[in-house]
């Protein structure tokens, strides 16, 4: 899975043990993650007992001055056993508009990140609220991931079904019906198809413009396996945000996704996209799973530097005990700490961070909406959409 940022998570309890990594994993239990884990370990043997470590300053050669990390409160340490702290406990799901939304994902056969990936925040974005547009993020390409990130609670498979041809027109109907104004589409990974799924993707979105131009589409979207003619293909399709994870900081990039991705691909990836005029490009961060604050500050720059517009960044929650330990809870403070200079220091457009924020979490009101709006009025631009 390409990842709605920050850890795809049941958001049960799970103890911040930094323990070392089971790597050897049963085949009847976990098949495809098993082999995708043998892969990396083949790639790269230290991983077989990798342990995390807590977060602490830099002593390695970092791009921008440690003296920049008076970064506020630090991150919770780590420790055996510990529950979740109460600002990552969320309400059960409920409400009419929850249902409705599940009733019309099944009938129409659709898949959603928010179901599939265990997302904590699922009863608040479904729900709505009087003050706030109830929100979905779909899923397309089907609910299983040629790949196995050690973070993600996606179904993985070397072989999974073939496309649906009629997704793109289905998905077109239930989002025109629903009323909205902002809709996020991402997808599984699909390495087994040549283009990796772009040109779905591409016919999803047009299909999305052609019933209501005014919609704004984000695409949360795979690496496409370094294919940056895919990446332009899915940019130029009409889409409003392209969006694509780096996911952590580059010393921890093996141990917590594929051996298939990398910092430097995903970087290329958002460089490509940014390369189509009007579009905006978005990025995440998965924070707790022993970063440093010079790691983070530096993995910043770097998406800046390829021109990423909005960032976000979240606590990672493990989804099963199967996948990576939370190495530490990180304070809300200093998530305050980190939009702030995201956004001052570093100039995203709009950083939102925070415990529970997910890539696609609450996406049109992440004040993107209004921003895209507000400069396309007073610019003129527009996205470029190629038939």
């Known amino acids: 899975m390409n990842g709605d940022g920050q850890g795809f998570s049941s958001g049960v309890d799970s103890p911040g043990v930094a323990a070392e990594v089971p790597i050897d994993v049963s ?18 043997p230290s991983l077989r007992s990798t342990t995390p470590t807590s977060s602490s300053s830099s002593q390695q050669g970092s791009r921008m001055s440690s003296s920049l990390a008076m970064l506020g409160p630090m991150s919770a340490e780590s420790l055996p056993l510990q529950n979740k702290p109460g600002w990552l406990r969320q309400k059960a799901p ?18 959603t990140v928010c179901q599939e990936a265990q997302c904590p925040n699922i009863g608040e974005c479904w729900g709505g609220s009087d003050e706030h547009t109830a929100t979905a993020t779909i899923m397309l390409m089907g609910d299983t991931c040629t790949r196995g990130c050690r973070f993600c609670a996606v179904n993985t498979s070397q072989a999974p079904p ?15 019906d629903w009323g909205v104004g902002y809709v996020v589409l991402t997808s599984v990974d699909r ?7 772009a040109n779905h993707f591409a016919q999803t979105v047009r299909g999305l413009k052609e019933l209501k131009p005014d919609l704004l589409v984000e695409c949360l979207t795979p690496d496409f ?9 899915l940019a130029s399709s009409g889409l ?5 994870n780096i996911e952590t900081v580059e010393s921890l990039q093996k141990r917590v996704r594929d051996p298939r991705a990398g910092y430097v691909q995903s970087l290329e990836v958002l460089r490509a996209a940014k390369e189509i005029p009007g579009v905006y490009t978005k990025s995440s961060i998965m924070l707790g799973l022993g970063e440093t604050d010079d790691e983070i500050i530096d993995t910043m720059v770097d998406l800046r530097d390829c021109g990423v517009d909005i960032l976000t960044l979240g606590q990672y929650l493990q989804p099963t005990p199967r996948h990576l330990p939370i190495v530490d809870y990180v304070h809300p403070e200093k998530f305050d700490y980190w939009r702030q200079f995201g956004e001052e220091e570093i100039g995203f457009k709009f950083v939102a961070s925070g415990p529970m924020v ?30």
Not at 191 to 197: A, C, E, K, N, Y
């Open 162 to 176: 073939p496309l649906d041809p009629d997704e793109p027109k289905n998905t077109a109907e239930a989002v025109a």
């Open 358 to 387: 997910r890539s696609s979490y609450r996406a049109g009101e992440f004040f993107v909406d209004a921003m895209i709006r507000g400069e396309r009025a007073k610019t003129k631009i527009l996205p470029s959409s190629s038939s």
């Open 27 to 44: 085949a009847d239990e976990y098949d495809a993650f098993a082999e995708l884990v043998r892969m990396a370990v083949e790639k790269d």
């Open 240 to 244: 409003d945000v392209f969006a694509h």
């Open 94 to 111: 409920q409400g009419e508009q929850y249902e409705y939304l599940t009733a019309q994902m099944g009938n129409l056969k659709l898949a």
């Open 225 to 233: 396996s370094g294919d940056l003619d895919a990446v332009r293909l």
């Open 191 to 197: 390495d087994d198809l040549p283009d990796g799924g």
